[in-house]
């Protein structure tokens, strides 16, 4: 279980065929680098397989054992036929060797009618939005505004904030492109094929990728895993290891030091019980949990388990007048035999009820979460 690194892919499809060797040569160094600065981490090609660019680069992947997955702009047959022979042949033995290929739903249809160009609109946003690093070979000449190409990928990595929710900690400010600048067929001017680094903020893609792979240090066995969630505090990490762990023995062992609310709830619903329930079979929670807790229903059901636990008189009594005041207040809701002016008494009494009761409640709130367990 680890967080792999996903390099997406966009690019001309007409780059030149006299540039291949350099441009195979540095796609491969940064792949090569990617690789070797985050050993604890997986590096994972996000490639829709078009023909020029997102071809040779995963044929790049192949030839390095990378695992490639394929968002594809359309169903396979119908994406046939933007292929030349040459290029089909090409593209059916990559698609052979992918780890997964799928169609990108089509964010573009407008009361059923949608193009061709939409389909590989959304297959390039997809890539750009479920990469950490966009890989963009590119002439460098800026986006049309209804272009679909690469422009338009490099420009959606950059300057748009719509993340997966599958990845970790990625955003707007640590967005990154390798540009790999080269020619077109199409074009008449010549671009020698060099290479550069395209940050949102200097150096984030380094600190971003670190982060992942220090991250994926701890990941190699139940007890790393323990440990990240009884030390890491930043929520987005939590929720992320939270969503793939499928064992409630696991993450209690990650109690009390790591006592979250979503820890608590995430073993709740692995073992189809409440909340409160885990609480009560962990005494030791009880006060972590109520500090976390938001709901005024569940801080009640803490305060008992504390008052059972604890036997506070004090807090025993606070309850039973909050008791008594809610119980007012049903009674003045149920009462039909009040004319006009009477309800609109009821009305402030019952406002003036409710208030008593919160006062109460923060107070007992206040005074159990200075307690000791």
Sequence with gaps: MRFPIFVGVTGHRDIRAEDLPRLRELVWSELERLVNEHPNSEVVMLNSLAAGADTLCAQIAVDMGLRLVCPLPMNVDEYRFDFSENELNDFNALLEKTEESFVVENR??????????????????????????????????????????????VEYMLEEVFVSKNL???????????????????????????????????GCQKRLLDRIDDLNSYLEDEDGIIKLLATCHDASIQNYLLDIIEDASMLRKALPGSCTYSIISRIA???????????????????????????????????????????????????????????????????????????????YKNDYLEEQCANIRLELFERVCKQEV
């Design 168 to 202: 970790l900690l990625k955003n707007r400010m640590n967005s990154s492109v390798i540009h790999i600048k080269c020619s077109r067929q199409s074009s008449s001017e010549y671009i020698e094929p060099e290479l550069r680094l395209i940050e949102n903020t200097e």
């Design 269 to 347: 619903e692995l073992d189809g019980v409440s909340e409160i329930d885990v609480v009560y079979e962990n005494p030791e929670l009880i006060i972590p949990a109520l500090k976390m807790q938001a709901d005024w229903r569940s801080k009640d059901l803490l305060i008992e388990l504390y008052i059972n636990k604890h036997g506070d008189s004090i807090i025993r009594e606070a309850q039973k007048r909050i008791a008594e005041l809610e119980r007012q207040m049903v009674d003045l809701a149920n009462d039909t035999s009040l004319d006009e002016f009477e309800y609109i008494d009821a009305e």
């Design 108 to 153: 573009f249809i407008i009361h059923g009618i949608t193009s061709r160009d939409d389909c590989y609109r959304s297959a390039s946003y997809y890539v750009a939005a479920n990469c950490y690093v966009l890989l963009a070979l590119w002439d460098g000449v800026p986006a049309e505004r209804k272009s679909c190409g690469t422009s338009k990928a």
